[in-house]
């Protein structure tokens, strides 16, 4: 055999994105604080090594039912991190010998994109603390989480263009058009003038006005709306045919 050939361990790790009731773009980061171990590098993303009886796609789906209590979440695999020095650092070294109880010298990692309504009640028992983050506060986090992130960013747009449904994940059942704006908005970076996104919203069958208004409210009350996935499927089938 190739001495060249590596010799490695695989992990996935989760980018969890969710929208809160300021409507901002936030992400999920978890900590566990291990000892010895600098507090500022134990903030990173969701992740876990792979169990040896499971696909990678298996054990994001179990990083993510662990952390959320959700056991279908949309998910999508979008990149492979595989560069030798992206574990290099000798905290991030020392985190993994004592997380994992093995001596790792490289890893690489599967990322996937994954939406969550903010308002979700999270509880895991695996992590000291589970915090949403604003998406322009994220901190400097350990291996290349932040390059994951970035990325993912760019995945997650594209993935809005072939797919505009997937919007809905983030947003509660009722929602205004405003807030379907100030969402599209931050993810697409496209600054879509209102009155032309209230037009073409106008358009989509699929988005249904509900007879109900905001309440208690300091601005003008707006109508509430609702995402019919029955519709949009009906129509985005005879878009492909």
Request: proline share 3%.
């Given at each position: ?150 990325e993912s960013l760019i995945e997650i747009r594209k993935w809005i263009e072939t797919d505009f449904s997937i919007i809905f994940e983030l947003l509660p059942k009722k929602f205004t058009i405003r807030q379907l704006y100030q969402l599209y908005n931050s993810l697409s970076e496209k600054n879509i003038d209102i009155k032309n996104f209230h037009k073409k919203i106008a358009t989509f069958s ?36």
């Amino acid at each position: 055999m190739n001495s060249n050939f590596i010799q490695t361990y695989v992990s996935v790790d989760c980018v969890v994105f969710g929208f809160d009731h300021e409507n901002r773009l936030n992400i999920l980061l978890v900590q566990k604080y291990l000892d010895e171990m600098p507090l500022e590098r134990s903030k990173r993303l969701p992740g876990s090594l792979i169990l040896s009886n499971e696909d990678v796609d298996d054990a994001a789906q179990r990083v993510l039912t662990e952390l959320t209590g959700i056991k279908k979440m949309v998910l999508k695999q979008f990149k492979c991190y595989a560069d030798p020095n992206r574990a290099s650092n000798e905290d991030d070294i020392k985190w993994m010998g004592k997380e994992y109880k093995h001596q790792i010298e490289r890893i690489i990692t599967v990322a996937y994109l994954s939406l969550c309504k903010i308002d979700h009640k999270i509880n895991s028992a695996k992590y000291d603390t589970v915090d949403w983050c604003t998406i322009d506060k994220v901190p400097m986090l350990p291996f290349d989480h932040n390059k994951i992130i970035t990325e993912s960013l760019i995945e997650i747009r594209k993935w809005i263009e072939t797919d505009f449904s997937i919007i809905f994940e983030l947003l509660p059942k009722k929602f205004t058009i405003r807030q379907l704006y100030q969402l599209y908005n931050s993810l697409s970076e496209k600054n879509i003038d209102i009155k032309n996104f209230h037009k073409k919203i106008a358009t989509f069958s699929y988005i249904i006005p509900l007879d109900e208004m905001e309440k208690n409210v300091s601005h003008r009350a707006a109508r509430f709306y609702k995402f019919d996935a029955k519709i949009y499927k009906k129509n985005y089938n005879k878009l492909i045919k």
